[in-house]
């Protein structure tokens, strides 16, 4: 059985940082191109970034680029992704995905998981 899950939300401050982190169990991790999306209530989901397979090659949406890396370890089966200089506006649920290519619906992806929750508020 697959499971994806993520960990690492939590309140900051704008300026801040965070660190979130995605675990995947049940499928070959380093076979599926992994992707971090974003929601707030009553949107549809938002891709913020995503990685291919080796880890060679990333997007980044416009809202976040320069101020969020999505690195991954396929040893631990794990993704991650860096966020620096945090806006309000980045508050959101995040969720991480397992697909086959860097796709802009996370319906598009095989897998994700619940969600870890962002808030940046002073």
């Known amino acids: 059985q697959v499971q994806v899950a993520e960990s690492g939300g939590g309140l900051v401050q704008p300026g801040g940082s965070l660190n979130l982190s995605c675990t995947a169990s049940?499928?070959?991790?380093?076979?599926?191109?992994m992707g971090w999306f974003r929601q707030d209530p009553g949107k549809e989901h938002e891709r913020v970034s995503c990685?291919?397979?080796?880890?060679?090659?990333?997007y980044y949406a416009d809202s976040v680029k320069g101020r969020f890396t999505i690195p991954r370890d396929n040893a631990k089966s794990t993704l991650f992704l860096e966020m620096n200089r945090l806006k309000a506006e980045d508050t959101a649920m995040y969720y991480c995905?397992?697909?086959?290519?860097?796709?802009?619906?996370?319906?598009?992806?095989?897998?994700w998981g619940q969600g870890t929750q962002v808030t940046v508020s002073s």
């Open positions: 049940g499928l070959t991790f380093g076979a599926y191109t």
């Open positions: 990685i291919n397979r080796r880890g060679d090659n990333t």
């Open positions: 995905a397992a697909g086959q290519a860097c796709r802009a619906r996370i319906s598009e992806y095989n897998y």
